[in-house]
């Protein structure tokens, strides 16, 4: 019995609760989305969408020449080759580490 003298169990009333709290969150959750959607509808209604869609063309990039590699470069690359075949190194930091320490 609940304190007020009413023949409804507390487990009931508490079931009450959660269905009324779980409609009050619904409602909340469906305003909230139709608030969005609203605040969306507006903002990509003001758009102007033939601007959009016309595609700028891409400034051209002046032609650039590649530095060329310097020794150490050349010989890491045919080495990390021969490494990597020879050695069971899956780590391309101790790799390197490795490489350098041979070039010295």
Known sequence: MSSSG???S????RSCFRKTNLKIN?????LQNVLLSNIVTS???QLNWAELEQKQPKPVKPIHV???MNAFMVWAQAAR??????LSV???????????KLWK
Do not use: D, H
């Open 6 to 8: 009413s023949s409804v």
């Open 10 to 13: 507390w487990k009931q009333e």
């Open 26 to 30: 619904s409602i909340f959750f469906f």
């Open 43 to 45: 903002a990509l209604g």
């Open 66 to 68: 590649k530095r060329p």
């Open 81 to 86: 080759k021969n490494l990597t075949t020879n």
């Open 90 to 100: 899956v780590n391309n930091a101790q790799l390197s580490k490795t490489l350098g």
